[in-house]
């Protein structure tokens, strides 16, 4: 009878003379003890690998019986199967082989669907796709030596990374912020001052009034409908200049520009009153109380350009303090 694989159903032929009627005919197939059947021309799976004898009985209702056995090879038979996710244009797909196997060893040979292909168990490809998502069938053949192979293919899709990048136009401390990528999903932005903005659409305004001059690293995560995400930082110089506190605040600051000592007048004490003392980056350097309308302060400042917070009462004012030596 030859040789077959030990998952794929066989079919059984009977192929002698039958009586007839009225005599009726029966059948006993005996599958190696693994199965037995009465039909005429069944299909059995036989699982156990090796030689394996066949035996069919033929009866007739007369009493007459004739039995036949024939040897069948069964082997070992693999049953391909892979997983693979979708990814993004810069990760590689990683494939899971999930092969099961009777017995024996298989080799195996991928086909990655760009020309490309690989031997290894468990291999992961780089697909180059120009920035278009595509889809690609991938063919994983496992071929047993001496023995039944199989081979499945499924599709993986790679997907396109978002453009990355932004512009930006400023007007006094008022940025307006344009992505690359106009069809994204997502637009993550950072602004440097400790701002944030988490958006669906591609333009963003920001004013930076925490410090009204400084040089500030924007930054841009953008995310498209498959999950991919690009990243881009720009960093963006705002300058205003010299201020002053404001006319009818009451509270000015003299001399400036000055060594880093300098005299805080603040005319009308409505209450708790505190002075806070900023470089451009926005990070503290003091924080002080006020106990009185008239403050000599020596701070030793190095020389640049700070922002001073004075906050009277429930009232905030802000200058700049340039320091000289």
Same mark, same amino acid.
């Given at each position: 009878m030859g040789s077959t694989c030990n998952l794929k159903p066989i079919q059984f032929t009977f192929t002698g003379t039958k009586s007839s009627s009225p005599i009726a005919t029966t059948f006993n197939w005996d599958f190696a003890t693994e199965a037995n059947s009465s039909l005429q021309n069944p299909f059995q799976q036989l699982n156990n690998t090796g030689k394996k004898a066949i035996k069919l009985k033929?009866?007739?209702?007369?009493?007459?019986?004739?039995?036949?056995?024939?040897?069948?090879?069964?082997?070992?038979?693999?049953?391909?199967?892979?997983?693979?996710?979708?990814?993004?244009?810069?990760?590689?797909?990683?494939?899971?082989?999930?092969?099961?196997?009777?017995?024996?060893?298989?080799?195996?040979?991928?086909?990655?669907?760009?020309g490309k292909t690989s031997t290894a168990d468990v291999p992961s490809h780089q697909y180059s796709i120009g920035g278009i998502s595509r889809t690609f069938n991938v063919k994983l053949a496992a071929?047993?030596?001496?023995?039944?192979?199989?081979?499945?293919?499924?599709?993986?899709t790679i997907n396109a990374k978002p453009k990355q990048g932004f512009t930006y136009s400023k007007? #006094?401390? !008022?940025? @307006?912020?344009?992505?690359?990528?106009?069809?994204? $999903?997502?637009?993550?932005?950072?602004? %440097?001052? #400790?701002? !944030?903005? @988490?958006?669906?659409?591609?333009?963003?305004?920001? $004013?930076?009034?925490?410090?009204?001059? %400084?040089?500030?690293?924007?930054c841009l995560r953008v995310t498209n409908l498959a999950g991919c995400f690009s990243d881009s930082c720009i960093e963006i110089q705002i300058n205003l200049g010299f201020q002053t506190f404001s006319k009818g605040s009451g509270t000015s600051i003299f001399p400036n520009p000055n060594t880093g000592n300098f005299t805080?007048?603040?005319?009308?004490?409505?209450?708790?009153?505190?002075?806070?003392?900023?470089?451009?980056?926005?990070?503290?350097?003091?924080?002080?109380?006020?106990?009185?309308?008239?403050?000599?302060?020596?701070?030793?400042?190095?020389?640049?350009?700070?922002?001073?917070?004075?906050?009277?009462?429930?009232?905030?004012?802000?200058?700049?303090?340039?320091?000289?030596?």
């Open positions: 033929v009866s007739i209702s007369n009493g007459c019986i004739d039995i036949i056995t024939k040897d069948i090879d069964i082997k070992s038979q693999a049953k391909a199967d892979f997983d693979a996710e979708d990814v993004c244009g810069d990760s590689q797909a990683v494939f899971i082989n999930k092969t099961t196997l009777t017995s024996g060893k298989a080799n195996y040979h991928w086909s990655f669907g760009d071929n047993v030596p001496n023995a039944c192979s199989d081979s499945i293919t499924k599709a993986v007007s #006094g401390q !008022t940025v @307006n912020f344009t992505a690359t990528e106009s069809n994204a $999903t997502n637009y993550q932005w950072t602004f %440097g001052d #400790g701002g !944030t903005a @988490n958006t669906s659409k591609p333009n963003q305004s920001y $004013t930076y009034s925490k410090f009204s001059s %400084g040089k500030y690293t924007a805080l007048k603040i005319s009308e004490p409505k209450g708790e009153m505190t002075i806070e003392i900023y470089n451009q980056i926005g990070q503290i350097l003091y924080k002080l109380a006020l106990n009185q309308a008239i403050n000599q302060l020596d701070l030793n400042l190095a020389n640049g350009v700070y922002l001073v917070k004075v906050m009277n009462g429930g009232d905030s004012y802000n200058s700049r303090v340039i320091a000289r030596r």
